[in-house]
Structures are given as C-alpha cells and as structure tokens.
C-alpha cells in the first residue's frame, strides 16, 4: 500500500523554508527519502529507521515518528538545485522493499 | 564504477510483441528491483528479487517475469506488450545487512522508455 505524501506541490523563494509529509497506514521498518529532476533517475537522500531517528543531509533533514508512522522531510533556506520531485518510501520488511509515495514536486523560484 | 545500467534507453512496441529489458550492476548488491514510473503515480513496485535465484512480486506484477540467475543481472520480461505497460521503468538495487537490521540505498539506473503502440 503507497505511502501518502503531502503537499503534492510546494512553490518557494530561494532561501524559504518547505516541510514534505510522509504518511503510512502500516507500522514501518524505515523510511526513504529520494529526489528525482525531470528527466533522470532518482537520487538518494537518506534513511531513517524507526526509532525516531533524524538525519540530515546538507540543509536537508528528515525525521521519522514511529507512533504514528509518519516521516517529515525538512528543506531549509531552500537553493534553486532543490527543485524537483520529492519522493518518500516505505519499508515494512528489513531488506529494502519500497513502496513509493506519488511524490511532492517542488519548485524553487529566484 | 558503471553502478546500474539499464538497456535500451528507449524502445517502442507493437501490441502483443515481446520483449525484455536488461539490468546489470557492478557493484555486487544482492537486492535488485524493477519499477515502473507514470505520472501522478511515483514509482510502483513489479517484482524484487534479494539474492541469485530468489525473486518476489511487488506492487503491480501482472505482465512482467524477472529471473534472477546471476547477482549481477535482473531481466525485466515482457510477456505480452499492452498499451497499459507504456511507461518509465527503473531497475534499482541495494545492498543488505539483515544481521545489522540495516536497509540500504537504493541505486537507480537511468531508467527504460518503453511505448506500446
């Protein structure tokens, strides 16, 4: 079952700040963060697993709320070569078995 | 390092025609996995597979046949092409630490257009 992500578009000015949403019905094993440019492949950006754990990346960090099987992507001071599509996935298992979100596209104006 | 290559990068079929497209990776990952990408719908889950001779169906398998016969390589199948299978497919893999409780990375390859005429 997909993940819900939301919103499913952000429009910023550069330096503003973005938080993308990711929600499950189903108790998870951890989550992944990806973003994909028009065009090409998607890119890795982190995993978090449960335990609330929160990573960062660049101005990019995530957190992971295992009671309520929720992840939130935080994008601050946001740069032009944020613009993309932000895609969360889910894992109920150990081994990487993604199920994907529709993804949140984001736009980042001058 | 190739990482993920994926062939063709664009192939157009007729309905009913058969085809296959090809994954390798370089980088001795034991999980690989196929999906496929339309718009509004992110990425969908068709089959996985977690080491050599080990496959398993994910989110929308029926069309599709994976083998995994080497750790290199995960052939995605096409039966029976339908205009319903146009679409950007993705092969993927990762390695796995189950004795550390650890999901890895995905690693994509540059992706599949595929039409069905």
């Known amino acids: 079952q997909q993940p819900v992500q939301s919103p499913q578009a952000v429009i910023l000015r550069e330096g503003e700040d973005a938080v993308i949403n990711c929600s499950s019905s189903?108790?998870?094993?951890?989550v992944h963060w990806y973003r994909q440019k028009h065009g090409e492949a998607p890119v890795f950006l982190m995993i978090?697993?449960?335990?609330?754990e929160q990573k960062g990346h660049e101005k990019i960090s995530a957190s992971f709320n295992e009671k309520k099987q929720q992840s939130s992507l935080y994008l601050t001071a946001s740069q032009l070569s944020y613009s993309g599509t932000y895609f969360c996935?889910?894992?109920?298992?150990?081994?990487?078995?993604?199920?994907f979100g529709q993804g949140t596209i984001l736009t980042v104006h001058p | 390092n190739a990482g993920v290559t994926q062939t063709p990068k664009f192939q157009v079929l007729k309905t009913g025609q058969s085809m296959t497209l090809q994954c390798a990776q370089d980088?001795?990952?034991?999980?690989m996995s196929w999906y496929r990408q339309d718009p509004g719908m992110g990425l969908r889950l068709i089959h996985y597979?977690?080491?050599?001779?080990?496959?398993d169906q994910g989110e929308v398998p029926n069309g599709y046949n994976v083998s995994r016969s080497t750790t290199e390589d995960f052939p995605l199948r096409l039966l029976s092409a339908a205009p319903s299978q146009t679409s950007v497919y993705f092969c993927?893999?990762?390695?796995?630490?189950?004795?550390?409780?650890?999901?890895?990375?995905?690693?994509f390859g540059e992706g599949s257009r595929l039409t069905v005429l």
């Open positions: 189903k108790a998870l094993y951890s």
């Open positions: 996935g889910t894992d109920l298992t150990s081994y990487g078995k993604l199920t």
């Open positions: 978090l697993l449960k335990g609330g």
């Open positions: 993927a893999s990762s390695y796995l630490t189950l004795g550390l409780s650890k999901t890895g990375e995905l690693f």
């Open positions: 980088m001795n990952h034991e999980y």
């Open positions: 597979s977690v080491g050599a001779g080990i496959t």
